[in-house]
């Protein structure tokens, strides 16, 4: 195992595109990514905090790990365009499946976090045992919201305060709050834009009750990791993920809310460097 904490290659330059992918069923969207490194790919799916959430992760996990990072903006986040159709997770995974195979990535790492887990979950299930699997190394789910468990659904982001949100997200939340007048215009224009799409993405409990049917097809080796202070989304909720995707691994990290990313990054980057 590559301990993270003593391999680090050189800061590498981010490359952004955007690109116009054709997604059945879907149309037409065109997708904005970050691409920085080089190495076998990680494609790194954000939540619902925005891709702002992931970029110095990214950036830390190229450089420690030596290894390509794809952060894709999802569609109608950070003033991106969200065409019609776009209207679910799962439409969201077939979208990044169309980007998988543009890019004819290979040997590939998908990491998501929270809608993001969600996403990556249901990118997982649509490859299945097809072609498209033969393109997967793993998946990992960080804090995945999707999975309706009876008792414990995610807290109801939309009736929450910012800094309810970061009491809920975080093991030491006045750490991280956030002050909406110390953003940059361009975040803190983007966040009523990034609100709606998660709402469409989500919906408005974050879960899908079919998923669980979805989940037993996934065929590539599978961590889910869950924080011991998510107040967002439960340990519950990552034990029944791990549960229903076969062979998956349950990780439960010490003094970690919902973004690990953030909070406690070489934690991460440990079970990633497995």
Same mark, same amino acid.
């Given at each position: 195992?590559?301990?993270?904490?003593?391999?680090?290659?050189?800061?590498?330059?981010?490359?952004?595109?955007?690109?116009?992918?054709?997604?059945?069923?879907?149309?037409?969207?065109?997708?904005?990514?970050?691409?920085?490194?080089?190495?076998?790919?990680?494609?790194?799916?954000?939540?619902?905090?925005?891709?702002?959430?992931?970029?110095?992760?990214?950036?830390?996990? %190229?450089?420690?790990?030596?290894?390509?990072?794809?952060?894709?903006?999802?569609?109608?986040?950070?003033?991106?365009?969200?065409?019609?159709?776009?209207?679910?997770?799962?439409?969201?995974?077939?979208?990044?499946?169309?980007?998988?195979?543009?890019?004819?990535?290979?040997?590939?790492?998908?990491?998501?976090?929270?809608?993001?887990?969600?996403? %990556?979950?249901?990118?997982?299930?649509?490859?299945?045992?097809?072609?498209?699997?033969?393109?997967?190394?793993?998946?990992?789910?960080?804090?995945?919201?999707?999975?309706?468990?009876?008792?414990?659904?995610?807290?109801?982001?939309?009736?929450?305060?910012?800094?309810?949100?970061?009491?809920?997200?975080?093991?030491?939340?006045?750490?991280?709050?956030?002050?909406?007048?110390?953003?940059?215009?361009?975040?803190?224009?983007?966040?009523?834009?990034?609100?709606?799409?998660?709402?469409?993405?989500?919906?408005?409990?974050?879960?899908?009750?079919?998923?669980?049917?979805?989940?037993?097809?996934?065929?590539?080796?599978?961590?889910?990791?869950?924080?011991?202070?998510?107040?967002?989304?439960?340990?519950?909720?990552?034990?029944?993920?791990?549960?229903?995707?076969?062979?998956?691994?349950?990780?439960?990290?010490?003094?970690?809310?919902?973004?690990?990313?953030?909070?406690?990054?070489?934690?991460?980057?440990?079970?990633?460097?497995?």
């Amino acid at each position: 195992m590559t301990d993270p904490s003593t391999t680090t290659q050189p800061a590498a330059t981010t490359r952004t595109s955007t690109s116009d992918l054709d997604v059945p069923g879907v149309g037409v969207v065109p997708i904005t990514v970050d691409d920085q490194g080089t190495g076998r790919p990680f494609l790194l799916l954000h939540g619902g905090a925005g891709p702002q959430s992931v970029t110095a992760f990214a950036g830390l996990l %190229a450089s420690t790990l030596g290894v390509r990072v794809l952060t894709p903006v999802h569609p109608g986040f950070a003033g991106t365009p969200r065409p019609a159709g776009l209207s679910s997770a799962r439409a969201l995974a077939a979208t990044y499946a169309a980007l998988v195979e543009q890019l004819d990535l290979a040997d590939l790492s998908v990491v998501g976090n929270s809608v993001g887990g969600w996403v %990556a979950a249901e990118l997982a299930a649509l490859a299945g045992h097809g072609p498209a699997r033969a393109r997967w190394r793993d998946l990992t789910l960080v804090g995945a919201v999707g999975l309706a468990v009876e008792g414990h659904l995610p807290a109801d982001f939309f009736a929450l305060t910012l800094d309810e949100v970061a009491d809920l997200s975080y093991h030491e939340p006045d750490r991280f709050r956030l002050d909406p007048e110390a953003l940059l215009p361009e975040v803190r224009e983007s966040m009523p834009g990034n609100r709606a799409a998660l709402a469409v993405y989500g919906g408005s409990t974050m879960t899908d009750p079919t998923l669980a049917e979805r989940l037993p097809s996934i065929d590539v080796p599978t961590t889910v990791v869950t924080g011991t202070a998510d107040r967002i989304v439960d340990a519950e909720v990552g034990r029944a993920y791990a549960a229903l995707i076969p062979g998956a691994q349950f990780e439960l990290l010490p003094e970690t809310g919902h973004l690990p990313q953030i909070e406690t990054p070489e934690a991460l980057l440990r079970v990633l460097a497995r």
